[in-house]
């Protein structure tokens, strides 16, 4: 990965970024890190990972705008702006305010939860926490734009950007971004021309630039703003 410098400073308190433990709740146009983990290993090989892409390109991708995105052994995350669709209501008699992104996810988990447990001979449940889903408002953006570069002022779709794609390296699975191959960062890094990210929609979102992407991807969010980022 290179030398890695310290990114931190946040924009604003983390405290307005809501959790929702029990329900995800989505607004149209803002952008919410998506994610889960369990205390035990969700993918067992390379056609797991695979598989629960196609499920994410068939339930998550029609619904919503994903801007990044990488599958862990034992987690995942995805960073994406939610649309008018994502927020559309599904109509269930015994869930009245369903979402339609928040259907498709429990779809999504449920589903590959009954395939895994299939293959491996398994009844109990694969993802022991419920998903969570945190939102940036946009009102807690520093007026003059993040800095985030001199390090006081990191807005959070950026700092999440950059924390999705260096997972594999912080937890030891490899020493370079480009080397773990489930994850968008190949594509934003063009060694992959994957279509799961709406890469030209995050070239406005995230304040990187872009040309000198894998440089700038070295800059390690440091693990004390990590922890603010849950």
Request: some cysteine; aromatic content about 14%; hydrophobic content about 35%.
């Amino acid at each position: 990965m290179g030398k890695l410098e310290p990114l931190d400073g946040l924009a604003g308190s983390l405290k307005y970024f809501l959790t929702f433990k029990t329900k995800m709740n989505f607004e149209p146009n803002a952008i919410y890190h998506i994610y889960n983990r369990s205390n035990e290993t969700i993918f067992y090989s390379k056609e797991n990972y695979i598989f629960f892409l196609n499920k994410i390109k068939k339930l998550v991708y029609p619904v919503c705008n994903i801007l990044a995105w990488v599958l862990m052994p034992n987690h995942f995350h995805l960073l994406i702006e939610a649309t008018e669709k994502s927020c559309s209501i599904v109509s269930e008699k015994h869930r009245p305010d369903l979402q339609l992104l928040a259907k498709n996810i429990g779809t999504l988990l449920s589903s590959y939860t009954q395939a895994i447990n299939k293959q491996e001979g398994r009844r109990e449940s694969l993802f022991a926490h419920k998903t969570k889903a945190k939102m940036l408002n946009e009102e807690y953006y520093p007026s003059s734009g993040s800095n985030r570069l001199t390090g006081n002022q990191a807005d959070y779709a950026t700092v999440c950007f950059l924390y999705i794609h260096q997972n594999p390296v912080i937890a030891g699975l490899v020493s370079q971004l480009e080397d773990w191959e489930f994850s968008s960062f190949r594509d934003y890094a063009n060694i992959r021309n994957g279509k799961l990210t709406q890469k030209e929609l995050a070239y406005q979102i995230i304040e990187l630039d872009f040309d000198s992407f894998k440089e700038q991807s070295d800059f390690l969010v440091q693990e004390e703003l990590q922890k603010k980022l849950f």
